[in-house]
């Protein structure tokens, strides 16, 4: 049973930085596809971001494009997300996820919170 546990979250002011880490158990997910998403209040999950599984491709949602970076570390099984020039908008609760060919893991989620 693969457990995706992420860390980081927290309150910061517009403008600020967060890094998001998100650490996997269970398995190695060196052929997984790690994305990050995220749910604001009242609204539906969304895409932030994902990495292949080999580095060579990233792709984020325009709303994070030039402002968050992902990146992974498959000897630690693990996948970051780089937030920086954070706006309120950016509030929510974010999601770690890996997607392999016959299955797909979730993490419970961290709060990030962006205050005006």
């Known amino acids: 049973q693969v457990q995706l546990v992420e860390s980081g979250g927290g309150l910061v002011q517009t403008g600020g930085s967060l890094r998001f880490s998100c650490l996997a158990s269970?398995?190695?997910?060196?052929?997984?596809?790690m994305s990050w998403f995220r749910q604001a209040p009242g609204k539906e999950r969304e895409f932030v971001a994902t990495?292949?599984?080999?580095?060579?491709?990233?792709n984020y949602a325009d709303s994070v494009k030039g402002r968050f970076t992902i990146s992974r570390d498959n000897a630690k099984n693990a996948v970051d997300l780089q937030m920086n020039s954070l706006k309120p908008e950016d509030t929510a609760v974010y999601y770690c996820?890996?997607?392999?060919?016959?299955?797909?893991?979730w993490g419970q989620g961290a709060q990030v919170t962006v205050s005006s």
């Open positions: 996820n890996a997607r392999g060919p016959a299955a797909s893991y």
């Open positions: 269970g398995r190695t997910l060196t052929y997984y596809t």
């Open positions: 990495i292949s599984w080999n580095n060579s491709s990233t």
